[in-house]
C-alpha cells in the first residue's frame, strides 16, 4: 500500500487534527494522538511527531503539508506511482469541463450519491468566486451553503442509488467499484443532455475511483471512439473546479439523506463506519428491527453484524 510519512511539530499536527475534525476516527493506536480516514487515505498522527498517510491517495493527502515534510518516502517508491494513458494534461484547470464525482461509497448508512456537473472556462472565475474548493476541506454548514448557490448556476446531473438497490446488486455479486462506475457513466451522459447550447467539452474529469481500463470495461464504454477525451486523476477535485463543484454537490445530497434518516429514525446518524456508526446501528434494530436497518444500510459492512451484538447485550 501507497505510504508517507512526514515528521511535524506540535503545532501542526494540532492544524491537521482540526483540518481533518470531520473524519476522526474512534480507534486510537499506542502513542497515537488521532487517526483520521478521508477518501482512499487513513491518517495516523503519533504524539512522537511523526504522521503517517496510507492507502491509494497517501501521497496526494501528505502533499498538502508537504510544506512541513522533513522525510518523505523513498524515492524507488515513488518511481512505482501507477500511471495511465488517460491522465489530464497540464493546462486542464482552465478548460471547459465535466467533472465527476461520489460520496457515501464508505458510509454504512446512507446511500452512494455520484454528481456530474459541468463548468466552462468562462464560468470558473464565478464557480471559485461562491468558494467552490476540495470538500474535504469544507464544514457540512459551507456545503450546504456552496451548493445551493452551485444549484442554481451550472448543469449537473445527481444520481443517488438508494440502500435498498445497493444491497440488492451487491448480492447479486456486484462490486462497489462497478456500481460506481454505471453511476458516473448515467451522470456523466445526463448532464452532458443538460448542457446549453454551443457549450464546447473539452474533457470529462472522473475523480479516480479505479484504473481507466476498468471503469472503460464496466461501463462498456469505447474510450477510442469518443469525441470528448476521459480524464482519471486521484483528488481531482484539486485539479479543475467542476470536480469540487461535483463533489460538493454530491456531499450536500448526502447530507440532505442522513438528515432524512435522522428525522425518519430519531436516530442522529453519524457518518463514516466506525464505532458510533455501530451505536446508533444498534438503537436502530432495537426500536425498528435489523430488516428496517438493512433498508437504510449498505448492509454486508461489518458494521452490521457489530450493530447486532451491541443490541444484543442492550436487550439483556
Ligand atoms: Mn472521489
Redo the contacts with the bound molecule.
Keep these: 500500500m501507497a505510504h508517507s510519512v512526514l515528521k511535524l511539530t506540535k503545532d501542526q499536527i494540532s492544524r491537521l487534527e482540526d483540518t481533518y475534525k470531520s473524519f476522526l476516527q474512534d480507534t486510537v493506536p499506542q502513542g497515537g494522538q488521532f487517526v483520521a480516514k478521508v ?2 487515505c487513513t491518517i495516523t498522527a503519533y504524539r512522537s511527531g511523526k504522521v503517517l498517510f496510507q492507502g491509494a491517495t497517501a501521497e496526494q493527502e501528505s502533499a498538502k503539508w508537504s510544506g512541513e515534510q522533513v522525510q518523505s518516502r523513498p524515492a524507488s517508491e515513488k518511481r512505482k506511482r501507477k500511471t495511465h494513458n488517460h491522465l489530464p494534461p497540464e493546462t486542464i484547470s482552465s478548460m471547459s469541463i465535466i467533472g465527476s ?3 457515501g461509497t464508505g458510509d454504512f448508512f446512507g446511500p452512494i450519491t455520484v454528481v456530474s456537473a459541468y463548468v466552462s472556462k468562462q464560468q470558473i472565475p464565478l464557480v471559485q468566486e461562491l468558494g467552490v474548493k476540495d470538500s474535504k476541506l469544507l464544514k457540512d454548514p459551507q456545503i450546504i451553503e456552496i451548493a445551493k448557490d452551485l444549484l442554481k448556476v451550472i448543469p449537473f446531473s445527481l444520481m443517488v442509488l438508494h440502500n435498498e438497490k445497493y444491497n440488492e446488486l451487491q448480492s447479486k455479486g456486484m462490486t462497489q467499484g462497478k456500481m460506481k462506475a454505471m453511476l458516473h457513466r448515467r451522470a456523466i451522459e445526463n448532464v452532458m443532455t443538460k448542457l446549453p447550447e454551443g457549450s464546447v467539452v473539452d474533457g470529462v474529469l472522473i ?3 479505479c484504473e481507466p481500463g476498468v471503469y472503460f470495461r464496466h461501463t462498456k464504454t469505447n474510450a477510442k471512439a469518443s469525441p470528448v477525451p476521459y480524464f482519471f486523476e486521484t483528488k ?2 484539486t485539479i479543475h473546479v467542476s ?1 469540487a463543484a461535483a ?1 460538493i454537490i454530491a456531499r450536500y445530497a448526502f447530507l440532505k439523506k442522513m438528515d432524512e434518516l435522522s428525522k425518519k429514525t430519531g436516530v442522529i446518524i453519524p457518518k463514516g463506519a466506525g464505532q458510533q456508526v455501530d451505536e446508533a446501528a444498534a438503537k436502530i434494530i432495537l426500536k425498528q428491527g435489523k430488516t428496517y436497518l438493512n433498508n437504510i444500510t449498505k448492509a454486508h459492512f461489518a458494521n452490521t453484524t457489530k450493530a447486532l451484538k451491541l443490541a444484543e447485550k442492550k436487550r439483556k
Excluded: L, M, P
Design positions: 477518501d482512499g464525482d461520489e460520496v475523480d479516480q475511483f481531482a477535485e470536480v463533489s
